[in-house]
């Protein structure tokens, strides 16, 4: 139904919305304010209403949802179907949903406790975000981590230490 407003009946409206009258919607438009009840009358029976400020809130309310609409996160088709490459052990997804649909049951399928289930826990926490895909196995990504783990420990200490020492030479 507002697809049948032309920009003049949708104009007069969003001033209707913002509070103005005939008068001061004629003043800002340069039309008559008989022109421009006119054009407000007509689009109240193109939206089947007959109060000029319901029909401004019909069309406010429809804008806004477009503009929502507009930036609304359109992402569950795709995390659905990461989910499904990663589980199915594929670091990339993107092939994946336009090659071939992988039927491995689901994470929650599988007890935690179990090797396979702890390994698909620690595949989708560690999802490739951009770039090429490893090729490491399982113990080799655990391998990794545990360097990373390390490093961050001695850089950690070693700033605590320079610390130490700076506030021990301060006083």
Not at 8 to 20: A, M, N, S
Not at 137 to 163: C, D, H, P, Y
Request: glycine letters at 8%; hydrophobic letters at 45%; aromatic letters at 4%.
């Amino acid at each position: 139904m507002l697809s049948k407003l032309d920009e003049t009946q949708k104009l007069c409206l969003r001033l209707v919305h913002q509070g103005y009258t005939s008068e001061q919607i004629a003043q800002q438009t340069h039309l008559s304010a008989g022109t421009v009840d006119q054009y407000i009358f007509r689009a109240n029976a193109i939206l089947g209403v007959t109060d000029r400020r319901e029909a401004a809130r019909l069309l406010a309310t429809a804008e806004h949802q477009a503009q929502l609409k507009q930036f609304q996160l359109r992402s569950e088709d795709l995390a659905g179907q990461t989910k499904i490459a990663l589980i199915a052990g594929q670091g990339d997804p993107l092939p994946a949903m336009s090659s071939h649909i992988v039927n491995e049951p689901t994470a929650s399928a599988v007890p935690l406790g179990s090797a396979r289930g702890l390994a698909g826990a620690i595949k989708r926490a560690l999802a490739v975000v951009g770039g090429k895909p490893h090729k490491m196995n399982f113990r080799q990504k655990l391998l990794a981590m545990s360097w990373v783990a390390l490093a961050t420990g001695g850089t950690l200490s070693a700033l605590v230490a320079i610390g130490y020492w700076l506030n021990h030479l301060m006083s």
